[in-house]
């Protein structure tokens, strides 16, 4: 019974203090659909910006002829040591994700011009635990991808409401 009256006295704090989650950035109306394209036909940041695109343009994207471009020019991840021990090992290292995109409307006008956004992440390297450390960059990556999808979408909400 306490732990009802504790849970049902959070949930009321954080109500009352305005808190909700966050969801998905909207992108303009005006635009119409967005349909996103890169290069690379393999690419997970694709598939995962044309799902967040989808959540964020109230109109549904599909690759019809009406549809403005979002097209991601280029990817580029690279993994550098970012420092070593006194022996010359390396003990951390720094991933870069690096993505050029621009938007084109469906009448062929530049409505965002390309742009790059580059994020990075930090990580330790245990030379006594190498089994692990394919796994830990993999996981960096993935939230490196995600969190790039989401500054996508944020750089084209200013950008467009800049443009109003």
Not at 52 to 68: E, L, P
Not at 125 to 131: E, G, L, T
Request: with cysteine.
């Amino acid at each position: 019974m306490k732990r009802i009256i504790f849970i049902s006295a959070l949930l009321a704090g954080l109500t009352a203090c305005g808190f909700h989650p966050r969801g998905s950035f909207p992108i303009s109306d005006s635009v119409g659909a967005i349909h996103v394209t890169n290069n690379d036909s393999y690419s997970a940041l694709t598939d995962d910006l044309q799902t967040a695109v989808d959540r964020a343009n109230a109109d549904k994207t599909n690759a019809s002829a009406g549809a403005a471009i979002l097209k991601i020019h280029s990817e580029k991840w690279t993994n550098t040591p970012l420092s070593i021990d006194a022996s010359a090992q390396v003990r951390e290292y720094i991933t870069r994700y690096k993505v050029d995109f621009d938007l084109t409307a469906a009448d062929g006008s530049v409505l965002v011009e390309k742009q790059s956004i580059e994020l990075t992440r930090e990580y330790t390297y245990d030379i006594n635990v190498a089994i692990g450390n394919p796994a830990e960059q993999e996981v960096i990556q993935r939230e490196l991808r995600r969190d790039m999808q989401a500054a996508v979408i944020r750089r084209l909400d200013v950008m467009l409401r800049n443009k109003k």
